[in-house]
């Protein structure tokens, strides 16, 4: 299952940074929403990937919104 690294998520000059790990070779989906009450199917993937060794960091540069809710699932 994957899980926020510390800090999980911090903002940074470029917007949102989400830190995220799981066992190596798991793959991975990145969904965002601007309201966490919409069921899964209506939240737009930020990204896929597989993890590796190391912890994920992603960027999110949306930092015109004022609410942004993230889900990490495993494919």
Same mark, same amino acid.
Request: aromatic fraction near 10%.
């Given at each position: 299952?994957?899980?926020? !690294?510390?800090?999980?998520?911090?903002?940074?000059?470029?917007?949102?940074? +989400?830190? *995220?790990?799981?066992?190596?070779?798991?793959?991975? =989906?990145? +969904?965002?929403?601007?309201? !966490?009450? +919409?069921?899964?199917?209506?939240?737009?993937? /930020?990204?896929?990937?597989?993890?590796? %060794?190391?912890? !994920? %960091?992603?960027?999110?540069?949306?930092?015109? +919104? =004022? /609410? =942004? *809710?993230? =889900?990490? !699932?495993?494919?």
């Amino acid at each position: 299952t994957p899980s926020f !690294v510390s800090p999980g998520i911090a903002s940074g000059a470029d917007g949102w940074l +989400l830190h *995220f790990s799981a066992q190596a070779g798991q793959t991975y =989906r990145v +969904l965002v929403a601007d309201d !966490v009450t +919409l069921p899964m199917n209506q939240w737009a993937v /930020l990204t896929n990937g597989t993890f590796g %060794t190391n912890p !994920v %960091t992603l960027s999110d540069s949306a930092t015109n +919104l =004022r /609410l =942004r *809710f993230y =889900r990490i !699932v495993s494919q």
